[in-house]
């Protein structure tokens, strides 16, 4: 099988798995737990949230872990409205995930005004109207994504959170894609609160945790037990936390050899050039932008993206048409449509994503199959 769907997860990395599997079996005590056996799983969550808090340049304290990137941004997104009731306004982008979409839609049906601010063709945000859309006076948060899932194209996310603090908003980061793949140093950063999912980087799945900045203006979302010191009701993930603790640790010493960055972009742009010289029509959405390295989103026009990830699959090959979400459905993305990307690219646009596994046979296999693929669709799809 050749991977190249890391933006909808990764491999867990073996130390990864080592390390939880005594979580799963005999230490299987409850951190809440006054007894030895309990203490001996509680020391090993906080381990854990030292070791994101160590990722992410946060305190230790600051770190709520959650069932994954989909309840922190819920969390970020509920509690941060419900600390501010008097207002009503809630400013988002064009391109945020559908774990920020949809809350943001139910807030929308409970009365709450949403703006989206567009990007431009590069998938760009538009500072400018950021800008005057904060300045209403009503506007309870920004909800806006550090990196985007189906493109890679990066948000600045400091000029984001400048702006915002001068206006007064609290702004939650869906740093979701980012972390892992780029260093995030919430210390230095103006944001409120920043989600991120430990399988988007060789941790386990059902996992994450919402960055909450000491002092904020923040109501907890889930209620139940006193875990997480209030913030969090719920009896800890043991093994998920300590799963997501040893791939934070690991991500982080990946900083320290930036070759392994430069590798795994230097594969996707041999994918992309391979792409681009072997097969007419093709588009690389979003590759004028700052980008992560490990994404591309090409546009096959013409094409639906399914038909072609269905030949993908039967070679073996694994891409997306971008979120996982909206794939079996025709609509193109709405990230491709804020793009304002014709139609006719948009219905074939196919996401592929790389991780430090990924290998030089792979993409040279991928570059093998994939013209024969396009040009077999193209030969019996009427094109559009
Ligand atoms: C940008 C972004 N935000 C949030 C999520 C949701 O994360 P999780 O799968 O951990 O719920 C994803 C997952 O695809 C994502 O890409």
Redesign the pocket.
């Known amino acids: 099988m050749i991977y190249l769907d890391n933006?909808?997860?990764t491999r867990p990395y073996p130390q990864v798995l080592e390390q939880m599997q005594p979580f799963l079996a005999d230490a299987y005590g409850n951190p809440s737990s006054v007894h030895r056996f309990g203490q001996e799983a509680r020391q090993a969550v906080e381990q854990a949230r030292y070791r994101v808090a160590n990722l992410l340049h946060c305190q230790p304290g600051e770190v709520i872990f959650t069932?994954?990137?989909?309840?922190?941004?819920n969390a970020a997104i509920a509690g941060l409205a419900a600390a501010q009731p008097n207002k009503k306004a809630i400013i988002t982008s064009s391109v945020?995930?559908?774990?920020?979409r949809e809350p943001l839609a139910r807030m929308a049906d409970c009365g709450f005004n949403i703006i989206e601010i567009p990007v431009d063709q590069k998938g760009e945000l538009d500072y400018a109207t950021l800008q005057n859309a904060l300045a209403r006076g009503d506007v309870a948060l920004a909800a806006i994504?550090?990196?985007?899932?189906?493109t890679g194209v990066v948000f600045d996310i400091s000029a984001v959170g400048n702006l915002c603090r001068n206006a007064g908003v609290p702004l939650h980061v869906?740093?979701?894609?980012m972390a892992g793949k780029l260093p995030i140093d919430f210390a230095a950063l103006p944001v409120q609160t920043l989600?991120i999912?430990?399988?988007?980087f060789h941790g386990p799945?059902?996992?994450?945790a919402l960055v909450v900045r000491r002092g904020s203006r923040w109501q907890s979302f889930i209620r139940g037990g006193p875990q997480e010191r209030d913030r969090r009701g719920g009896t800890e993930n043991v093994p998920g936390i300590v799963g997501m603790g040893a791939a934070a640790e690991l991500a982080q010493h990946k900083f320290q050899t930036p070759a392994i960055f430069t590798r795994i972009a230097t594969l996707r742009n041999t994918l992309e050039t391979g792409i681009i010289n072997s097969i007419a029509e093709t588009t690389i959405n979003g590759n004028t932008a700052s980008r992560i390295g490990n994404t591309t989103n090409i546009g096959f026009a013409g094409l639906e993206a399914e038909a072609i990830l269905l030949l993908l699959s039967q070679h073996d090959v694994c891409a997306s048409a971008g979120?996982?979400?909206s794939s079996g459905s025709l609509e193109p993305s709405h990230v491709l449509r804020a793009m304002k990307l014709p139609d006719r690219v948009a219905h074939g646009s196919l996401r592929f994503s790389l991780s430090e596994f990924t290998t030089e046979t792979e993409i040279a296999e991928t570059l093998e199959i994939l013209p024969a693929i396009i040009e077999q669709l193209r030969k019996v799809l009427p094109t559009a």
């Not at 994504?145 to 189906?150: C, P, T």
């Open positions: 933006n909808a997860t069932s994954g990137g989909t309840e922190a941004d945020e995930h559908s774990a920020v994504m550090a990196a985007n899932n189906e869906d740093a979701v894609q989600a999912s430990a399988h988007k799945k059902g996992v994450g979120a996982a979400c």
